[in-house]
């Protein structure tokens, strides 16, 4: 392991220091260092092969994935994103950038902000509060499918030291790629009877993968070697390593739906950041990792150096139907065009489901005190139940039997102008779920509503969800779902098997050292439980970050610190559209 | 003929009365018969097969193309639209409605109204004042090009007669399709290198066509027979008729490129109509169509009885590529399914233009006055020299050397509120082409510019416009470009060949009895003169009806009754975006 103790403690001692008056999570870290980093950029759809089938991608000023954006914890990020989109409106989330007041930048569109119209531009300003690997995408319609991502790393501020040593790093981000486009995609998954997008054709890594071809053809029988010139779009992106050195290896995982698992031929991995957290260093062959996570993985380059290495990216979790998503690991001075000598790493068996159960429960947070603790206490606890229900014979996900559709107004501005129940369902969403309900089978009425009421919380309270799989309408199936939430961090108490139930469970809950974490996989037929502190005033998405899932209405709604909303000066741009923006105009009348 | 002259003295005489104190083009008709029509729209992409190729169409309600609107001149129509599109805006224009008093209900994004928003509404309400074969569509991005047409047809008003007659009718809207989404069009319309869309795959009629198969397959070789059923949604809409009738074809053409050309098997056509304005009666054996127009024929069924006749929509004015669309007119009691025994009729040559030229000249007004005469003198002429052009590399049109890029604020709101010179360019763009300009040559300097500024019309003025064709970039090419004007008809003052020079042209245009229009086409290397009175207080789209051109820039924007719009009433829906959205917002903090 290459954490130098040394370094650590004497950042512990300055993160005490200036931490002593301040609350974790509730007031970002601003230093001498702190600076403002400013883009410019532009949406629009772009031909691209990122797969060697050229398609219409969406790039950000003509590139795909978008630019990377790489600032020090404390900055102040500023993107001025213009939609030159023709007819489309278009939002930037920035996947587990807390938003402390800030939060009509998190970027959901009927959350947070108005999509921006095509032809106009929204001013993203927010403080990148904590080191780590995050990304951002779309979250508007299915503009993550249609390849709006990039991604977006956060070193520690000046002065101050990761908790582990490196020579040097590489950024991977992963991705899922269909032909058909997302307006295709997205009138199929409401289409009765329904058609599903079926599994992606390609697996991107970095926005580059290699359809009905493979670089690994010498391993294998199922299709052609690739050709393809090094300045091809889908050209792989070749890590250069030298030999006997430490890397880190930042991952995000921005797939549509594929659940993945990463390995590096050879080469074992020692995870040491999750989702913008540190975690106890784990030594792995390879790692699971879901829609909406990111992890930091250190790995030493001690094999043959003759030799380059295969570092792959495969489907778990589902049937896989796509080829691994391969790229090189190149020791210099070999060739990067040297192929690797051994076939690529072949992953646990997509259904088993042990071996990803074990793996997510060796994620645990660092020892000490760079990573906080959870209250030992919740003041609120509720279950979301997730069923595949049909309304009006279309199939649809729900949470306690209310398939999220969202409005037209946004939450935030609606809050603020006491637009409840008129801009959205007055009545808060049920809490639980009927006891005997049995998750083992296919619901017995199949049928859900639409609903968009929001699940409101006491300002500053811990809040506890049990997040409840279940068997889908198919009998004997219950199916992956990775649970992003927006605006906090929360820890990770458990999973287990089968219905959550306090008198057995309770008592195996983690409250030593959970993981803190913005996305969680929940298991098939099984339960996850999380914790968090509504510490965050603003409306917040939590949901299934399998992006059909939630055109499908797999989401809820969190709203906290609803005072604190109602005296925010949400910028006008966020708000020109539905209710708000008749309200405002009406207003004019009076002004 | 069927004109009944009895019939149509008492018409007349009837017109002459109700007309007598009003401004035939200020004052929409109201009478005890008025009515309200309601309509409750969704628009939302549909799977389709409308060339029995399966795709995503736009529908409305479910419907392709979307339902026909059937009304009496003087009738109130109200379309309550919204907008199920996941991601997109969406606008509808009542094409060859002139919104009298209601230039926010003309349906164009960026200039009437703020496209609706996803998830959103806006109620369209407007007056039909006169009776004749229109109809509508989206005006955002290439919706046209999408799917997003009707028809919209307006009788006279109860206790007035069509000045001649027929037993019964027939509408047949008309379109191009192409297989390509038109969010991929609209990207290669922008690329570096141009991409062109291409020919369409096939011509629809109501919404049907065949691709890759013919109905008249024993006639030629070049595609098998189709086999379809019925009820397939690919199936030609088939006329049914009694022989020794006399009956009314409804034609219009919502094409987003193709010029067509419409023939009855066997049958003569009396065109009485163009444009909801009635025309002196010309016997044809076919018909040119043109992107924006429509017409009305009468046929009578004098041919064999015991056999069908085909009715073919054949592409014009360009190579064609694409097989002409077929229907069927069906004699009973025949079988509907029985085929034609002669092959389908046969157009003119595609590069005949003096055939072209030669039917355009036949419209004229229909002696009398049903249809009023242009006065005799302008109060301002402008000359638009269409031109194709680069900025930065990538291909536009031009118009007097300014390719039009529409604003995020539209221009209606945008003149209420004084926000010329912010919301668009304060400068007018010119009014003339240099004297030298070579128009048998591709430009000298190819290089244009992006504009949005506006004509500015003194109210009630008499405006001329001099449309002026080129050779286009490529050496010896010149297109055909039909120009659409909203909010108004004009006088076709004449067509003419080379550059218009008022010494050798003037004296030839007709003043006598012009035909009224909303759409008039421009040959290549010609010019065509039109003439309006600018009575109608708004702004106002003219533009070539062909949708790429268009979306390269190809039009400009009239504005008149500038004082008249600063006291507009213009419903809050249409305002919420842009500037006015903005600043409406900012307003609300001073009320």
Same mark, same amino acid.
């Given at each position: ?43 629009? @759809? ?81 403080? *990148? ?9 779309? =979250? ?7 390849? +709006? @991502?990039?991604?977006?790393? #956060?070193? #520690? ?7 582990? =040593? ?24 409401? %289409? ?21 071809? /493979? ?46 698992? +990463? ?27 879901? %829609?909406?996570?990111?992890?930091? #993985? ?10 380059? @290495? ?5 489907? !778990? ?39 990803? &159960? ?18 030992? !206490? @919740? ?23 209310? /398939? ?17 129940? &008129? ?17 083992? &089978? ?37 199916? *992956?779902?990775?649970? =992003? ?31 803190? !974490?913005?996305?969680? #996989? ?22 299934? =970050? ?10 809820? *709604?969190? *709203? ?32």
């Amino acid at each position: 392991m290459m954490i130098k103790s040394c370094d650590r403690l004497v950042m512990i001692i300055l993160i005490l220091i200036l931490f002593s008056a301040a609350n974790l999570f509730e007031i970002s870290l601003a230093s001498a260092f702190d600076q403002n980093k400013n883009f410019q950029w532009e949406v629009d @759809y772009i031909f691209r092969s990122p797969d060697c089938v050229e398609n219409v991608v969406m790039g950000i000023n003509g590139q795909f994935p978008g630019p990377t954006i790489r600032a020090k914890a404390g900055d102040t990020i500023t993107v001025n994103l213009t939609n030159n989109l023709r007819t489309e409106g278009v939002v930037i989330h920035w996947h587990g950038i807390k938003q402390f007041g800030t939060p009509w930048a998190d970027g959901t569109a009927s959350i947070s902000q108005c999509a921006i119209n095509a032809g106009e531009y929204y001013v993203y300003t927010f403080k *990148v509060d904590k080191a780590g690997t995050y990304f951002y995408h779309g =979250h508007f319609g299915m503009h993550r499918s249609a390849g +709006l @991502y990039g991604s977006l790393i #956060v070193d #520690v501020a000046d002065g101050l030291k990761e908790p582990f =040593h490196y020579d040097g790093e590489f950024n991977l981000l992963l991705s899922d790629w269909w032909h058909q486009n997302v307006h295709e995609q997205a009138v199929a998954l409401e %289409s009765n009877p329904f058609r599903w997008i079926g599994e992606p054709q390609s697996i991107l890594i970095n926005g580059r993968g290699q359809y009905n071809c /493979s670089l690994a053809a010498q391993f294998n029988n199922t299709s052609g070697a690739c050709s393809i010139g090094k300045d091809a779009q889908c050209a792989p992106d070749v890590l250069k390593v030298l030999p006997n050195k430490t890397y880190r290896l930042r991952i995000a995982s921005a797939t549509s739906l594929s659940s993945l698992n +990463l390995a590096i031929g050879n080469h074992k991995m020692t995870l040491v950041e999750a989702d913008g957290n540190y975690i106890e260093p784990v030594t792995v062959d390879n790692l699971d990792i879901y %829609s909406g996570e990111s992890y930091s #993985v250190l790995f030493t380059t001690d094999q043959d150096p003759t030799k380059n @290495y295969w570092i792959s990216a495969s489907v !778990r979790g589902r049937l896989p139907k796509t080829p691994p998503g391969l790229t090189i690991l190149n020791y210099q001075p070999n060739s990067p065009s040297s192929l690797p000598t051994s076939p690529p790493p072949i992953p646990p068996a997509w259904n088993d489901f042990n071996a990803s &159960k074990s793996f997510s429960n060796k994620i645990l947070a660092l020892q000490g005190s760079l990573v906080p603790r959870p209250p030992p !206490r @919740y003041n609120r606890r509720i279950f979301l139940l997730n069923t595949q229900n049909k309304i009006n014979g279309i199939i649809k996900w729900s949470l306690n039997n209310i /398939s999220l559709v969202l409005p037209p107004t946004p939450y935030l501005g609606a809050l603020k102008y006491g637009l409840d129940g &008129k801009a959205f369902d007055k009545q808060n969403p049920p809490e639980n779920f009927p006891r005997d309900y049995d998750i083992m &089978k296919p619901p017995v009425n199949p049928n859900s509503s639409y609903g968009n009421g929001v699940y409101r919380f006491e300002f500053r309270s811990t809040v506890d969800v049990i997040l409840q799989n279940a068997n889908i309408l198919a009998e004997g199936q219950s199916d *992956v779902h990775p649970w =992003h939430l927006h605006g906090h961090d929360f820890w990770i108490l458990g999973y287990g098997e089968g219905k959550f139930t306090e008198e057995r469970d309770e008592k195996n809950l983690n409250l030593k050292n959970p993981p803190l !974490r913005n996305t969680v #996989v929940i298991f098939p037929y099984g339960w996850t439980a999380i914790r968090f502190i509504a510490n965050n005033p603003g409306a917040w998405a939590f949901h299934c =970050h399998i992006e059909p899932h939630l055109h499908m209405g797999m989401g809820v *709604v969190f *709203v906290e610190g609803i005072n604190q909303i109602k005296k925010m000066n949400i910028p006008d741009t966020a708000l020109t559209c539905g209710l708000t923006g008749k309200l405002l105009v009406h207003n004019r009348g009076r002004g």
